[in-house]
């Protein structure tokens, strides 16, 4: 239910930009991401930085849109929010937070959370989110910027990299405490 929660503006915005205008489909998202992180406060969860992060890059590509230049190619919007969500998704790496640890937190108890591989799992799952957006960005300079290429095939490659990224969100914390369940057998048997 979470992955669905924080992917549903992304979703949204991509769905209706194939029936409705680029204005629409940009402030639904950013509503839905507004809705999304009051919903999770009213819930007891904190503000994620993605949630946030989401409200304002769909509101401000939405105002820029509106309000100066409303002559940006779908393809183009695309791209500025897959640019926007690497922004967030490196910015919280830098500042030694990965934005799934916000996530990750909420969903454990206090003593996996305390765990010293908690952390340094996050930072890899969080990695691996970059590296799908890295390459959503990458399948949409390609429908940009190579003429003749389909547009299904950026989304096929995007549809890819996040299902991906969804897999090893689920399958590494798995991994991890395999290996560190084996770790403290082989610990124990010494």
Same mark, same amino acid.
């Given at each position: 239910?979470?992955?669905?929660?924080?992917?549903?503006?992304?979703?949204?915005? /991509? &769905? @209706?930009? *194939?029936?409705?205008? #680029?204005?629409?489909? !940009?402030?639904? $998202?950013?509503?839905?991401?507004?809705?999304?992180?009051?919903?999770?406060?009213?819930?007891?969860?904190?503000?994620?930085?993605?949630?946030?992060?989401?409200?304002?890059?769909?509101?401000?590509?939405?105002?820029?849109?509106?309000?100066?230049?409303?002559?940006?190619?779908?393809?183009?919007?695309?791209?500025?929010?897959?640019?926007?969500?690497?922004?967030? /998704? &490196? @910015?919280? *790496?830098?500042?030694? #937070?990965?934005?799934? !640890?916000?996530? $990750?937190?909420?969903?454990?108890?206090?003593?996996?959370?305390?765990?010293?591989?908690?952390?340094?799992?996050?930072?890899?799952?969080?990695?691996?989110?970059?590296?799908?957006?890295?390459?959503?960005?990458?399948?949409?300079?390609?429908?940009?910027?190579?003429?003749?290429?389909?547009?299904?095939?950026?989304?096929?490659?995007?549809?890819?990299?996040?299902? /991906?990224? @969804?897999?090893?969100?689920?399958?590494?914390?798995?991994?991890?405490?395999?290996?560190?369940?084996?770790?403290?057998?082989?610990?124990?048997?010494?």
């Amino acid at each position: 239910m979470a992955a669905f929660l924080i992917l549903a503006p992304f979703g949204t915005f /991509a &769905l @209706l930009m *194939l029936v409705a205008s #680029a204005t629409m489909s !940009l402030f639904a $998202a950013a509503a839905l991401a507004l809705g999304i992180v009051i919903w999770d406060v009213a819930r007891g969860g904190s503000v994620k930085m993605l949630a946030a992060g989401s409200v304002l890059l769909f509101a401000a590509i939405g105002c820029y849109v509106t309000l100066i230049d409303g002559n940006w190619s779908r393809t183009a919007l695309h791209l500025a929010v897959d640019l926007g969500v690497l922004a967030i /998704a &490196l @910015l919280s *790496l830098a500042i030694r #937070a990965p934005f799934t !640890l916000q996530y $990750a937190r909420e969903q454990v108890d206090i003593e996996t959370t305390k765990l010293p591989g908690f952390l340094a799992a996050n930072y890899v799952i969080t990695w691996a989110w970059t590296f799908a957006f890295v390459a959503m960005l990458l399948a949409d300079m390609l429908v940009i910027f190579v003429p003749g290429i389909p547009l299904w095939i950026g989304f096929a490659i995007a549809f890819a990299a996040r299902n /991906a990224a @969804l897999y090893f969100t689920k399958w590494y914390p798995q991994y991890r405490r395999g290996k560190e369940a084996t770790a403290k057998l082989s610990g124990d048997l010494r």
